[in-house]
């Protein structure tokens, strides 16, 4: 089957960092990408990985295992704007209709 | 990116009744997929929408429930039918568009609805 499972929630200090880990299961895998939803608001796209390594934005960082099924999203120096709700989700080859499965998200709070 | 537009935004809707979401979206895209997200909950595809042709639809969600048109690249319809409060959701717009990175799926503002 397919699956994706990430933490439901994490708190951390501002100016701290944090590091979000999304694990998955599935065939055909294409890449992994992350999206931050804050509360009333739609998902925004983060950040996309097909290859293995680090992507750097900004504040954010993505990271991707192929072999390990295994992916996170590292926030650095947090601030009170980065509580939300964070997805990863996975883009299958050949899927045709499911081009992205989401984790049930993790939520972030940061606190000062 | 690409600028999703949807309409409406909010809405209370009365049990039994349907409500028709629209997407605009401000590029010609071949694909566009409505995501449905429950209270509390991760997002679901509910079906791709290509123009040309019949939306193709998810486990679980069926046409006569959610018909959707694609009459053009740049524009999607989905109507919630018959609805309970069940439907209560966030019903959202996505496109998929090549970047630098590759293919990246870009989400409208949502269209919340309240099903009483």
């Known amino acids: 089957g397919q699956s994706l499972e990430q933490p439901s929630e994490v708190t951390a200090v501002e100016g701290a960092i944090v590091q979000i880990n999304c694990t998955y299961q599935t065939s055909g895998f294409y890449g992994l990408s992350w999206y931050q939803q804050h509360d009333g608001g739609a998902p925004t796209f983060l950040s996309y990985n097909a290859l293995d390594g680090l992507e750097e934005t900004g504040r954010f960082s993505s990271f991707l295992s192929r072999s390990d099924s295994y992916g996170y999203l590292l926030l650095q120096e947090l601030q009170m704007k980065d509580s939300a709700s964070y997805f990863c989700a996975f883009t299958i080859i050949g899927a045709g209709n499911t081009p992205l499965v989401f984790g049930k998200g993790t939520r972030l709070s940061v606190i000062a | 990116s690409a600028v999703i537009s949807q309409k409406p935004s909010r809405d209370i809707c009365q049990r039994g009744t349907s409500l028709t979401i629209q997407c605009q979206v401000d590029?010609?895209?071949?694909?566009m997929f409505w995501y449905r997200q429950q209270p509390g909950q991760s997002l679901t595809l509910i079906a791709t929408?290509?123009?040309?042709?019949?939306?193709?639809?998810e486990s679980g969600f069926v046409i006569d429930k959610f018909p959707i048109s694609r009459p053009n690249l740049t524009f999607s319809t989905l109507t919630v039918s018959n609805m309970s409060p069940e439907d209560s959701s966030i019903y959202l717009c996505?496109?998929?568009?090549?970047?630098?990175?590759?293919?990246?799926?870009?989400f409208g503002e949502g269209s919340w609805l309240t099903v009483v």
């Open positions: 929408a290509n123009q040309g042709s019949e939306a193709t639809y």
């Open positions: 996505s496109v998929m568009l090549q970047t630098f990175s590759g293919n990246t799926i870009y």
């Open positions: 590029s010609q895209v071949t694909m």
